[in-house]
């Protein structure tokens, strides 16, 4: 079975421009999370999903980030326009439900590098 | 909020047995689990305690204490490929709060 898919991998923009993260979760995954890792830092949440709801969107910043999840699958991650702060890695993860006692998949994520 | 700690960076010898304690403050609590990322990779998930006591999965082990807020993982017979950086995350039902991870490496 596939594991969460997330591309680019690698993406390096100038500050300013646009970008945009897309990511696949485990076929049947109700639950979708976006993290930020920066480096040397554990993952912070950005927003989850449930389905095709962002059911919790308070770490997100909204002036400039935003995120959809059509159809309760797959889900895009964008930044518009990114900040030279933005650079870090972009974690998409997955689960079956809440993580109360299930755990999260996670894809390799997506470096972003803003110059 | 959460508030989660645990060691920056722990040396040891391969076969050794090196513990990463994990101290938490949490404003809900429903488990915690255990991450490993190797550089430049994914977390993948190593374990994940709610009761009291002590979970061993082969060489890995977990333990947890609600009350004292902490939690250690234990690693055994430790092999190069072990280094690696360790997360210890908390999760209140749908929210994974991750501590900033502990480094491992392992030396021959």
């Known amino acids: 079975e596939a594991g969460v898919v997330q591309s680019p991998r690698y993406k390096i923009i100038e500050k300013k421009q646009p970008v945009a993260f897309w990511c696949n979760p485990i076929?049947?995954?109700?639950?979708l999370y976006w993290y930020r890792q920066n480096l040397g830092q554990g993952p912070e949440l950005l927003i989850r999903?449930?389905?095709?709801?962002?059911?919790?969107d308070s770490q997100l910043p909204k002036d400039r980030f935003s995120a959809e999840r059509l159809k309760g699958v797959d889900s895009t991650l964008k930044i518009q326009p990114a900040e030279l702060g933005d650079s870090a890695v972009y974690l998409c993860?997955?689960?079956?439900?809440?993580?109360?006692?299930?755990?999260?998949?996670f894809g390799q994520g997506t470096r972003l590098t803003v110059v | 909020g959460q508030n989660i700690d645990q060691p920056t960076e722990m040396t040891a010898t391969e076969g050794a047995i090196v513990q990463i304690n994990c101290t938490y403050q949490?404003?809900?609590?429903?488990?915690l689990f255990w991450y490993q990322q190797h550089a430049g990779e994914a977390p993948t998930f190593l374990s994940y305690?709610?009761?009291?006591g002590l979970e061993e999965k082969g060489r890995f082990s977990s333990f947890l204490s609600r009350s004292k807020g902490y939690s250690y993982l234990l690693l055994k017979e430790l092999q190069m490929k072990d280094s690696a950086s360790y997360l210890c995350?908390?999760?209140?039902?749908?929210?994974?709060?991750f501590g900033a991870g502990t480094t491992v490496t392992v030396r021959a």
């Open positions: 993860a997955s689960s079956e439900g809440g993580t109360g006692g299930t755990e999260a998949f």
């Open positions: 076929s049947g995954h109700n639950t």
């Open positions: 999903y449930e389905n095709e709801e962002a059911v919790d």
């Open positions: 949490t404003s809900g609590f429903n488990g």
């Open positions: 305690n709610v009761l009291d």
């Open positions: 995350a908390t999760t209140n039902d749908y929210k994974l709060s």
